[in-house]
């Protein structure tokens, strides 16, 4: 359901799974019109509780990492967030981004109303047919259920240990990407 922050200023909210939410949420975080990011555990089938980190890394939770995005739609479309989406992760790698694998690392959009699946699915339907990964596309198109927000100590992972190992050298270099192809994007 869209979140709304004032009568004045209608928000939606996404969620999206692109391998590990630290690498999702930084990213997110500098993009002009999201208004707030937060990580988290989307689409499990293990409701009973709220899952752990330690719990869906063993793969049997059938939750994947994920951001919450909430994000002001008169100020960024639909369509301009899931280019940065598909522009920041591997699409075509199934529950795997680089080393992180397993079925938690899958991609992923899980969307709240049927104006974001038909964005979302017109834009998988484009990059197919453009061509514009080298394989298929394993992005999972479906309802947001089940979504837990992560550990506290997972939020704003990046921007509380950028000399971290892992976020040297992984998130390092994407934000760096984003912030070269997505300059328009960019948040002041």
Known sequence: MPHQSSPQQPTASIYLAGGCF?????????VRGVQHVRSGYAN???????????????GTT??????EVVYAPQELALVDL???????????????????VGTQYRSGIYFHTPQQQQVAQAMLEQLAQERVFDAPLTTEL?????FWPAEDYHAQY???????GYCAAIIGPKLAKFRQTFTQFLKP
Not at 142 to 146: F, H, S, V
């Open 82 to 100: 899931l280019a940065i989406f598909f522009a920041t992760h591997d699409p075509t790698t199934l529950n795997r981004q680089g080393n992180d």
């Open 44 to 58: 499990g089938t293990d409701i009973a509780t709220p899952p752990t980190y330690a719990a869906v890394c063993t």
């Open 22 to 30: 630290w690498c999702t949420e930084a990213i997110f975080r500098r």
């Open 158 to 164: 990046y921007a509380r240990n950028p000399s971290q």
């Open 62 to 67: 059938g939750y994947a990492e994920a951001v």
């Open 142 to 146: 479906l309802p947001e259920q089940n």
